[in-house]
């Protein structure tokens, strides 16, 4: 079931209880772009050694068309939740994977430019508990809430159209055949922030939000699939703990007693602490496990804007 069908019926459903317990609902639904990019490096060794970045992959410039929803329910004009998903299709983006013989990206014997690819998803959920203030300069009311949920960000990330472009023992550029390999991150985990919202007019309002997602839990898996020595479909996984910040604005505009527009901006960046790099290799003549090696992730950066309309529906 796809995700505009999810979170038609989720609506529905919220609204058919909301007209029992009196509680007010708004729907959205809306299109966005969005540009991300992602990195990381691992080092030689598991005490970030011999070199101290001895990998280093990064996607750049990904724009992705992405659908998102969100559900906004206020019980008592105080008890507020939020329930927001969206997906997206990356369109275009760069991949760029380079290797080092040397500490700080020294002696760099291999480096690659390749096309990027994949999808996003994200999903999260907030509860909070909203204040209202009355500002008699302007004669508006505004209102602040703290907000506390959890939420799930996924990137699963494709690179091919390969180029070799740094090769000291070999002529470049040269196309990489075959090249189709993947990489799938997760980042998961609880977050606090707040709400503040403000009456601009009788039929427009202001929205402020902020997230500090805290202690994330961090998970890559890849698939190389061109690399004889490592395993199929899992070839290694990357674990780190790490913290994000998020920020969204919003301009509401009322257009009828049911319907209304959203403009919608929102930023967040992500870094995780240092972590473990475990890869899985196999005997080449046998296709055979024959073990796991482990080093350090040094770390995983994730950077992410978005803009974009939403429908309003306000049952």
Known sequence: MGFPVCFALLFLATAAEGAAYDIELDGNLGLAYRRDNLTWNIAGTSTGTNPNILSELAWNQLHIAELQGELWARLKQRFISRLYGATGEILAGDNQDSDYSSDNRQGEFSRSNNAAGGRVLDASAGVGYEFRLFDRTVERYAYFAPMIGYSLHRQNLTMFDGVQTVDPGG????????????????????????????????????????????????????????RSDLAHPVSFVHEARGEGFAFEFRDEFQLSRRWGGVFRFSWQAWTTDPGVDTVFTVDETTGQPSGTQTTRLNNVNWRSYSFGLQARYRY
């Open 171 to 226: 002529t470049v550029p040269r196309a990489i055949d075959g090249l189709d390999s993947r990489y799938d991150a997760r980042w998961r985990g609880g977050w606090a922030g707040f709400r503040f919202r403000m009456e601009a007019s009788k039929r427009r309002q202001m929205t402020l939000r902020f997230e500090y997602h805290f202690k994330a839990r961090y998970r890559g898996e890849a698939d190389w699939n061109l």
